[in-house]
């Protein structure tokens, strides 16, 4: 099993959708969770962090669910400029700081 | 603020010929560094990281080296660059979250 897994998609919607991603992970140790966003030959951005009591920025909502080792993103009204591809980032502090990114979700917003 | 700059952005090498790749951090001191290789529509691959000057950590045996001559420089080498190890090569900086340069487009031919 993976350390961090991601539907890879691609997630296919229409402008105004709303869409969400899930991203599991497989230490229950892991201590801090992050989502980036990925445009097509451009490097990754941090576009949150991910905290117990959930978080929200505009249209972005991230949530942590520590019992079930999730952690989610939500983006309402879908822009044609939210495609792009979205990684979810865990880090851990067992036997030495680690980061490990999942492979991303790709989005796809069409008019 | 900080700032992490790579270059070149992007590069042509022929099989066979030697790769340095450099990045440096601005704006901060003793950071974590990074550098990550990714294939076309793959995900990011850790190749070394580094705590400190002249500590550097390998995480996938291969043909690349790394090194951190200074504080806020890191610099990816290679003497003999192989066909398999075209890719975007980026490099990013730490203290919890990463934090990426622009990277490096490499193709290999």
């Known amino acids: 099993r993976k350390e961090v897994e991601q539907d890879p998609g691609p997630f296919n919607v229409p402008e105004g959708a709303t869409v969400a991603f899930n991203c599991t992970y497989s230490n229950s140790a892991s201590q801090s969770f992050f989502w980036y966003r990925q445009d097509c030959r451009k490097e990754p951005k941090l576009l949150m962090s991910?905290?117990?009591s959930g978080n929200e920025d505009g249209r972005f909502t991230a949530q942590l669910n520590r019992a079930s080792q999730y952690i989610s993103l939500l983006i309402r009204d879908s822009k044609l400029s939210d495609s792009a591809t979205y990684l979810c980032v865990v880090i851990s502090n067992t036997g030495g700081f680690k980061t490990i990114f999942g492979a991303g979700t790709r989005l796809f917003v069409k008019a | 603020s900080q700032t992490i700059h790579q270059w070149p952005a992007t590069l042509v090498q022929p099989v066979g010929s030697p790769l340095s790749l450099e990045c440096t951090v601005e704006?901060?001191?003793?950071?974590?560094l990074y550098w990550y290789r990714q294939a076309a529509g793959r995900g990011l691959q850790l190749l070394f990281y580094s705590v400190g000057i002249g500590q550097i950590s390998s995480e996938v045996p291969q043909n690349l080296s790394a090194s951190r001559p200074q504080d806020r420089q890191f610099i990816l080498s290679s003497k003999k660059l192989l066909l398999s190890d075209s890719g975007f090569y980026l490099c990013?900086?730490?203290?919890?979250?990463?934090?990426f340069g622009p990277g490096t487009r490499l193709t290999v031919l």
């Open positions: 704006g901060t001191s003793n950071p974590n």
């Open positions: 991910v905290y117990s």
């Open positions: 990013a900086w730490a203290r919890r979250e990463q934090f």
